[in-house]
């Protein structure tokens, strides 16, 4: 994968390009200290992974990436922890709070590697979901039809113009949006806690007011989705 830093940090964008030696999959192709240079790079040059500060002169690092190319992906790196549901509006991969530890850092690239592979396998396929009764759905992937028990589901979180069905030990790629799929759905079961993911309420593990946790996986609740998840689900079991 083919990446750019943008940053206008720059003892930050050295301490990513230290990061982006130390793990594989990825080429550095670029280092920008603002987001107007970046985007005239992408003009001229394919982005496969951007580490986007979001704090950041004139442009911000969310505004720029509302404006990148729907194959672009984007880890967010930033010193503000609070900007983590910020980073759901633009359907980001994953977010690093500086300073990045190098364990978190290959963690965050390996999800983009494995999001990036799918997602190319999968763009030229004509993909759907079909349900065929109420514990089940048939999803198309690859050239297939995979059944998926609901039950098994953990999550299913929205990726561009995808949804990423996440079972114990299998993602499933479809080209739906996170909407259709809910809609799909049986809404007791499933719900809705910010604007990038759907929840399998019966395998939340533990939560508080701001995430959820499901086996490893932390989810953050959305200002937007956070009464309606205490009511529907909260209020009726604890």
Partial sequence: ?????????????????????????????????????????????????????????????????????????????????????????????????????????????????????????????????????????????DRRYFKVNLKDILFIEGLKDYVIIQLQDQRIITKMNLKTMHELLPQKTFQRINRSYIVNVNQIDSFDNNDVFIKTHEIAIGNFYRDSFFEEFVSKRV
């Fill in 1 to 141: 994968m083919k990446c750019i830093i943008v940053d206008d940090e720059p003892l930050a964008r050295e301490a990513i390009e230290i990061l982006i030696d130390e793990v594989s999959g990825i080429d550095l192709i670029g280092s920008f200290n603002n987001a107007t240079s970046a985007a005239k790079f992408i003009k001229e040059q394919p982005v496969d992974l951007i580490f986007l500060d979001i704090q950041m002169p004139n442009i911000t690092g969310i505004e720029f990436a509302r404006d990148i190319p729907k194959s672009t992906l984007v880890i967010f790196t930033t010193a503000y922890a609070e900007y983590a549901l910020d980073s759901y509006e633009v359907e980001a991969i994953d977010y690093l709070i500086k300073p990045v530890e190098l364990d978190r850092f290959k963690k965050a690239v390996e999800k983009a590697v494995a999001y990036h592979s799918l997602l190319m396998r999968e763009e030229k396929e004509d993909i759907d979901v079909e349900n065929i009764e109420n514990e089940s759905i048939f999803v198309k992937s």
